[in-house]
């Protein structure tokens, strides 16, 4: 199993791209995160979804959308890129109350 | 707007040295958890406390969640360079899957 992955690695964009993040993992796990990760602020959680057809905000939602597009895939878009986005973005899935969340190696985004 | 209070948020020891990590936090989580995380990886569950006053032990590890539940520490025992990273306490509020991450202690360990 390869637990969590992420697609890409790294990236760097210019203030305006667009980008879509992509996670998906083969755990079976009915909910899925994205967190993004920035130095002294530990992690703060972007979107959630609790199960297949369903997306919540988190702490810090804006200039993001996220797609469940099934159990196993959940991606997160970033309209128009600005340089506050630069960042090291995680997904996780699993942890739904008291549960593990299983975490992916992170997409480290730059934004120009 | 729930917090997470890590302390301290760096810490360079000898090998051999004991250490303590404070978690703190003004509201009550009905459980947190203690991840690891090394550098270019996601984070890794150390292990995940429930009960008001619960203490737990890994190996060399001691996690304890405050009586209240708004509080938490990790105590390492004859810290070796391979304790090395960053470690993350996370609350998590009841009946949902948010966790709520405290900022973090980066240990360095010295042989």
């Known amino acids: 199993n390869a637990g969590v992955t992420q697609t890409p690695k790294f990236q760097v964009l210019k203030t305006g791209q667009s980008m879509t993040l992509q996670c998906a993992q083969d755990?079976?796990?009915?909910?899925m995160y994205w967190y993004r990760q920035d130095p002294g602020m530990g992690l703060r959680l972007i979107y959630y979804?609790?199960?297949?057809?369903?997306?919540d905000k988190g702490e810090v939602p804006n200039g993001y959308n996220v797609s469940r597009l099934n159990k196993r895939e959940f991606s997160l878009r970033l309209e128009s890129a600005a340089p506050s986005q630069t960042s090291v973005y995680f997904c996780?899935?699993?942890?739904?109350?008291?549960?593990?969340?299983?975490f992916g190696p992170g997409t480290r985004l730059l934004v120009l | 707007t729930q917090l997470l209070e890590q302390s301290p948020q760096f810490l360079s020891i000898q090998e051999g040295e004991n250490l303590t990590v404070y978690c703190n936090s003004s509201?009550?989580?009905?459980?947190l958890q203690w991840y690891r995380q090394e550098p270019g990886e996601g984070p890794v569950l150390l292990v995940t406390?429930?009960?008001?006053?619960e203490v737990k032990k890994l190996k060399r590890l001691t996690f304890q969640f405050g009586d209240a539940r708004k509080d938490s520490s990790l105590h390492i025992t004859a810290a070796q360079p391979g304790d090395t990273g960053l470690y993350l306490c996370?609350?998590?509020?009841?009946?949902?899957?948010?966790?709520?991450f405290g900022q973090g202690t980066t240990l360095q360990v010295k042989p």
């Open positions: 979804s609790a199960s297949e057809g369903t997306t």
């Open positions: 509201s009550v989580f009905s459980s």
């Open positions: 996370a609350g998590a509020t009841s009946n949902t899957g948010k966790l709520i």
């Open positions: 996780a899935s699993g942890g739904w109350v008291q549960e593990t969340q299983y």
């Open positions: 755990m079976n796990h009915n909910s």
């Open positions: 406390v429930v009960t008001g006053g």
